[in-house]
């Protein structure tokens, strides 16, 4: 199992994992769109100070993938470090993909300077045992994500 940096031809292959976690997890209730998903990996090819996409592969194939991206507080110059996306296939949870990817994460976090790194589970697929697992990480849970979904016209 290793992790590395998101290339072009990693596309398909992600926008496929994209769209297993969007059936399997909290926002299966949006539409999904291939685009927006497009836009944003050609962001982290394109501003790779601010944004970092990483994939895990097995035996030569994609099985997971972080995006994540730096940004500054909102009270002063210094940054952190957030992910959008940490997703990994069903069949390899449990493996190292996910600690392998989160650990990149880290580093490029340190690297780019960020004071912190924040990660969610708003995915909502297992979410005790997620955060579990990230506290085990060295990670602290602070707060708590609250939704109410508003209908619309």
């Not at 996910?98 to 580093?107: P, T």
């Not at 300077?113 to 060295?138: K, Y």
């Amino acid at each position: 199992m290793s992790v590395r940096p998101i290339q072009n031809h990693d596309f398909a292959k992600l926008v496929e994992l994209g769209q297993m976690m969007h059936a399997e997890g909290e926002y299966r209730f949006l539409p999904f769109e291939e685009a927006r998903c497009v836009a944003i990996l050609e962001r982290c090819l394109a501003q790779p100070d601010s944004w970092c996409g990483l994939v895990a592969e097995a035996a030569g194939e994609v099985v997971g993938m972080l995006i994540g991206f730096r940004s500054p507080y909102l009270f002063c110059s210094e940054t952190s470090a957030s992910d959008v996306v940490l997703y990994v296939e069903p069949a390899h949870r449990g493996s190292f993909s996910a600690v392998r990817l989160i650990r990149r994460f880290v580093e490029w976090a340190r690297q780019k300077g960020a004071r912190e790194v924040c990660l969610s589970t708003s995915l909502n697929v297992d979410s005790q045992r997620t955060s579990a697992f990230i506290r085990r990480l060295g990670f602290t849970q602070v707060g708590g994500v609250f939704k109410r979904r508003l209908d619309v016209p």
